[in-house]
């Protein structure tokens, strides 16, 4: 199976840095995906990692441990717009995406 | 620009009525797929289809029916609704891209979705 598991609730100070971690079975994974979802709207994409290690684009970083199950998103400087839900997904087979609950992460000033 | 419409933001009907959910998709990928989206849940498949006519049933299928004529549009179907198919509706769509190397993505592109309350 993918169960992924994520923080429901995160809340992190304007300008500061946060980590949402997320964990999922290994098996039959392809690879892992980061999205945001503002309030009332659809999914955007933020990131992709299918090998090991961390990914940096701009404020926004994402890493992957295949090995562990585990990835993170690393939100830096923190903005009151970043307040959103971040889903994490991977690719367990071909085509389809297997999301997880999301985390509401609520950036206070 | 990427692109996915949702023929509706919001949708109010009866129990019983027969609801069809459009999604029309302008970037010419392979791959659709419509999503419910429900508190404390998230986002679970019902069905995908990766070619013209051809489906698949994802996590949640029953109660549920889709319909592919052609390549840009993937049609919900909702036979006789209930109450508990109130909720939110995403269609995506997606075709394999690179990452760097051989390795091939599947990054799902999000329509703006249909609010579908049931009474």
């Known amino acids: 199976g993918q169960n992924i598991d994520q923080p429901t609730e995160m809340t992190a100070t304007e300008g500061a840095i946060v980590q949402i971690n997320c964990t999922y079975q290994?098996?039959?994974?392809?690879?892992l995906f980061w999205y945001q979802q503002h309030a009332g709207e659809a999914p955007t994409f933020l990131s992709y990692?299918?090998?090991?290690g961390l990914e940096e684009k701009g404020r926004f970083s994402s890493f992957l441990s295949r090995s562990k199950g585990y990835s993170y998103l690393l939100l830096k400087e923190l903005q009151m717009k970043d307040s959103a839900s971040y889903l994490c997904?991977?690719?367990?087979?071909?085509?389809?995406?297997?999301f997880g609950t999301g985390t509401q992460l609520k950036v206070e000033l | 620009d990427v692109k996915v419409t949702q023929s509706s933001r919001y949708l109010v009907k009866r129990t019983g009525e027969k609801v069809f959910l459009e999604c029309v998709q302008d970037?010419?990928?392979?791959?659709m797929f419509w999503y419910r989206q429900d508190p404390g849940l998230g986002l679970r498949l019902i069905y995908f289809s990766y070619d013209v006519k051809m489906k698949e049933k994802g996590d949640i299928p029953e109660g549920y029916s889709v319909s592919r004529e052609k390549k840009e549009r993937f049609s919900l179907i909702l036979e006789s609704a209930s109450t508990n198919q109130t909720s939110m509706y995403l269609c995506a769509s997606s075709s394999p891209r690179t990452s760097g190397g051989a390795h091939n993505s599947y990054e799902q592109y999000f329509g703006p979705g249909t609010r579908l309350t049931v009474t």
């Open positions: 990692n299918v090998l090991d």
């Open positions: 997904a991977n690719t367990g087979g071909g085509n389809k995406l297997t």
């Open positions: 290994t098996s039959g994974f392809n690879g």
């Open positions: 970037m010419d990928h392979e791959n």
